[in-house]
């Protein structure tokens, strides 16, 4: 059995029964912001704390800004325009901001699905998904229709831009070109039988979150060296709960050295810290 390398540091219970946090993203330098259609909640990784942010009105769809400082993207349905809302830490308050660009045309009448942190907008258009802007100039080579991407699928990039597709059900891709993206990891092949959470850490080396040990896969690039990392559940026993089955942890993300798990289930974070082994 592999030596487990990671030590559970803290759990942070969000006060909203309802809320899950399955999607995660950076806020700035040194806090995770968890997203849902109706509210977020930023995460102070150092405290231990979880702050509600309420969305402005008619905002639509909402992702975190790719900056240093904690800001929001932000797709206004009225007027339709995608903003750049700064985000007071220590208030949840999210400010007016400025529109991105003037020149984005979103295809009526559907506003886009999906905006990534790092830049890349969809819109929906009938049953297709096209991409109409790259905002940051290392992502202008995927301006173009993209036909074949799944409801589940996320875009990523490693810490030099390079921007890589997860398609749970598959692997890690390239999409280049974006029609016929080139599989670089086959989660299965690498042992992972029910991935959830993919995530870069600031050297580059892809985490591959397995819901089903749970065990945590490190895969060193480019060479997919693999090293895995068998995690130990919590269990739902030490919440004073009757259900002694673990919480299923879905998301994941790295912040200041320590891995945020988002629960998929509950309204909870888990904070880990790697250890030596």
């Known amino acids: 059995?592999?030596?487990?390398t990671f030590e559970h540091i803290k759990t942070i219970f969000i006060n909203d029964p309802d809320?899950?946090?399955?999607?995660?993203?950076?806020?700035?330098?040194?806090?995770?912001?968890?997203?849902?259609t109706w509210c977020a909640h930023l995460i102070d990784v150092d405290a231990g704390t979880a702050k509600r942010v309420d969305y402005?009105?008619?905002a639509w769809n909402v992702s975190s800004d790719i900056g240093d400082e904690p800001a929001l993207n932000i797709y206004f349905e009225r007027p339709r325009v995608l903003k750049r809302c700064p985000l007071n830490v220590d208030t949840g308050e999210v400010s007016e901001g400025e529109i991105i660009s003037e020149k984005l045309k979103f295809p009526a009448p559907h506003p886009p699905?999906?905006?990534?942190?790092?830049?890349?907008?969809?819109?929906?258009?009938?049953?297709?998904?096209?991409?109409?802007?790259?905002?940051?100039?290392?992502?202008?080579?995927?301006?173009d229709d993209i036909s074949r991407?799944?409801?589940?699928?996320?875009?990523?990039?490693?810490?030099?831009?390079?921007?890589?597709?997860?398609?749970?059900?598959?692997?890690?891709?390239?999409p280049h070109p974006v029609d016929q993206p080139t599989l670089v990891i086959n989660y299965r092949t690498i042992g992972c039988r029910e991935p959830r959470g993919v995530a870069f850490d600031k050297d580059g080396?892809?985490?591959?979150?397995?819901?089903?040990?749970?065990?945590?896969?490190?895969?060193?690039?480019?060479?997919h060296d693999v090293k895995t990392h068998n995690l130990v559940p919590l269990h739902r026993e030490s919440d004073d709960l009757s259900d002694p089955s673990p919480y299923p942890w879905h998301s994941c993300i790295w912040c200041k050295g320590r891995l945020v798990i988002g629960c998929c289930d509950a309204a909870r974070i888990d904070i880990l810290r790697p250890t030596a082994g």
């Open 1 to 4: 059995m592999t030596q487990r």
């Open 19 to 36: 809320f899950m946090p399955i999607f995660l993203q950076p806020c700035g330098r040194d806090h995770v912001i968890a997203l849902q």
């Open 56 to 58: 402005p009105a008619w």
């Open 113 to 143: 699905n999906l905006v990534s942190y790092d830049g890349i907008w969809f819109a929906h258009s009938g049953e297709q998904h096209s991409l109409v802007a790259a905002h940051h100039s290392r992502l202008t080579d995927l301006c």
């Open 149 to 174: 991407i799944e409801p589940t699928d996320f875009f990523l990039t490693d810490p030099d831009g390079k921007v890589y597709l997860h398609r749970w059900d598959i692997g890690l891709l390239e």
């Open 205 to 223: 080396v892809l985490w591959v979150l397995d819901e089903a040990g749970p065990v945590l896969f490190e895969v060193r690039m480019p060479s």
